[in-house]
């Protein structure tokens, strides 16, 4: 079945720092490729995305480039901040083919808490 | 526009009870799904529905029911409450389509089972 593998963490840092979280994924067919973000106290929200290979999502500083030869999608930011600590969440949503419906049915990683200080 | 509304946000349930979460989504979405975030485990899909009167099971279905009887909401029944489902639930909707299909996130109910 499809699943998807996210670094250990929990990661600290500090402001202004480089952030990487790695994900890679497992998956047959033509996976859509998300991160998510969640916020303390709140529900997920959609932080960037990409449908086929290579494309690259970025969102509000975050960039994540869909690698279909390594199955990864890794989460990079040059350049972080207090207000981006949150749980990060690398998720798939998998289609039968290129042009396929893909159901929202999504398979997430476990998590990357992500703790940013002063 | 309210996106996807799910109460109560927190709930405390003694072993046994049973009781419902409610999900409701303002933006006809067709495909609708629950989910339960434990640590380190991410989100794990419980049930899920296509449509309205069509609903199916997820990965960790077992001591929930759903139903689906229209398309806006989309409510969750705990039918005899365990410590074991002491979790956060997150409800989510998007549309059904080609390409991809961003997912709409409630902001949770917290339940312990005492």
């Known amino acids: 079945g499809d699943s998807v593998t996210q670094m250990e963490g929990p990661v600290t840092l500090s402001e202004e720092a480089f952030l990487t979280i790695n994900c890679t994924y497992t998956?047959?067919?033509?996976?859509?490729l998300f991160w998510y973000v969640q916020y303390p106290g709140e529900g997920l929200q959609l932080l960037l995305k990409?449908?086929?290979?290579?494309d690259k999502g970025s969102n509000k500083g975050f960039e994540a480039t869909y690698r279909k030869e390594t199955t990864s999608f890794h989460l990079e930011k040059g350049s972080v901040q207090v207000s981006d600590s949150a749980v990060y969440f690398c998720a798939l949503s998998a289609r039968t083919n290129a042009g396929g419906t893909s159901y929202g049915k999504l398979t997430f990683g476990q998590g990357t808490i992500l703790t940013v200080h002063p | 526009n309210a996106g996807v509304t799910q109460t109560p946000k927190f709930q405390v349930l003694k072993t046994g009870q049973s009781m419902t979460l409610q999900c409701a989504q303002d933006m006809n979405h067709e495909y609708m799904s629950w989910y339960r975030q434990d640590p380190g485990m991410g989100l794990r899909l419980i049930h899920y529905s296509v449509g309205a009167g069509i609903t199916d099971q997820g990965e960790v279905p077992n001591g929930y029911n759903v139903s689906r009887s229209t398309t806006e909401d989309f409510p969750l029944r705990l039918l005899s409450a365990a410590p074991s489902q002491t979790s956060v639930y997150f409800c989510?909707?998007?549309?059904?389509?080609?390409?991809?299909?961003?997912?709409?996130f409630g902001q949770g109910t917290r339940l312990t089972v005492v």
């Open positions: 998956a047959t067919g033509y996976p859509s």
């Open positions: 990409a449908t086929k290979a290579d």
């Open positions: 989510a909707s998007s549309y059904l389509g080609t390409g991809n299909t961003e997912a709409f």
